[in-house]
């Protein structure tokens, strides 16, 4: 019993030894010929051998690192096109769009952009090139009803664009 705790004791000081060397130099790690060693050890494990290996070696080099990129908070650039698919390739200033009229105010239409799952608004002021009253916008035009229109503006932040309906 003896013998085997001596023989025991030694096997993991040469273990001890061998990580200690390695702290020192852990570049003798890239010496390794991981992807052979995967290869051969897949013929007797069913597990992901090659990525276990290279775990362990980026673990004996830098032990306890986190291997995680460092969080950056997204611009509102970056949130927009998240969220909406669109990029400025896709949806830009000038671009005509149909857009469904969501609701008649005094002032203004609410629209929903059809094809780009947007919200918009025309106001009074883009709506025509002449001149219209609140009472105009309430008979000319219905929640439901299909315009063409026109990006001149993108909020980004309030994922909204302003139209134009103008000539």
């Known amino acids: 019993d003896d013998e085997a705790e001596e023989e025991l004791y030694h096997t993991n000081n040469r273990r001890v030894d061998i990580l200690k060397r390695l702290a020192a130099e852990p570049e003798k790690l890239n010496d ?15 597990s992901p051998t090659k990525l276990i290996l290279h775990n362990i070696k980026t673990e004996l080099m830098k032990p306890y690192a986190d291997p995680r990129r460092i969080f950056e ?3 509102a650039e970056q949130l927009f096109e998240m969220e909406t698919g669109e990029t400025d390739e896709t949806l830009f200033a000038g671009l005509i769009v149909a857009a469904e009229i969501t609701r008649v105010e ?26 219209i009253t609140s009472q105009d916008i309430q008979s000319k035009y219905a929640v439901g009803q299909l315009l063409k229109a026109k990006i001149i503006n993108i909020d980004k932040k ?10």
């Open 106 to 131: 005094e002032r203004a239409l609410k629209c929903r952009l059809t094809e780009h799952q947007l919200d918009g608004t025309i106001t009074i002021g883009n709506l025509v090139d002449y001149r």
């Open 32 to 46: 390794l010929i991981l992807d052979d060693y995967a290869k051969s050890l897949s013929k007797y494990y069913e």
């Open 73 to 75: 908070i997204p611009t």
């Open 158 to 167: 309030k994922f909204t664009v302003a139209l134009s309906t103008r000539p």
